[in-house]
Nanobody
Framework: QVQLVESGGGLVQAGGSLRLSCAASGTIFSINAMGWYRQAPGKRRGLVAITTSGGSTNYADSVKGRFTISRDNAKNTVYLQMNGLNPEDTAVYYC???????????????WGQGTQVTVSS
């Protein structure tokens, strides 16, 4: 089985910074992509940032220039550095991984349990 364990959420004032971490463990052959999604109350879960095994990244327009996603392949860990936070960034942040569990071409999606980020004005 595979687990994604997130950490780093919390309460911060507007303009502040937080760094989220997500470590994948278990039966992992390779990871295709890891990313962060968020869901605010009453809203759908949406992409924040994603990074692929090839090193490419993609960001939601609302976080470009403020958030940076990075990855430590040796540790199967992805990070999200969030700067310039504002109250609109308040949400539960979920880690997501698309990975292979063995040498077959089958890949699977996994989610972390979520970590709360609250930005006060």
């Amino acid at each position: 089985q595979v687990q994604l364990v997130e950490s780093g959420g919390g309460l911060v004032q507007a303009g502040g910074s937080l760094r989220l971490s997500c470590a994948a463990s278990g039966t992992i052959f390779s990871i295709n992509a890891m990313g962060w999604y968020r869901q605010a109350p009453g809203k759908r879960r949406g992409l924040v940032a994603i990074t692929t095994s090839g090193g490419s990244t993609n960001y939601a327009d609302s976080v470009k220039g403020r958030f940076t996603i990075s990855r430590d392949n040796a540790k199967n860990t992805v990070y999200l550095q969030m700067n310039g936070l504002n109250p609109e960034d308040t949400a539960v942040y979920y880690c997501n991984a698309n990975l292979r569990r063995d040498s077959s071409y089958s890949s699977y999606f996994y989610w972390g349990q979520g970590t709360q980020v609250t930005v006060s004005s």
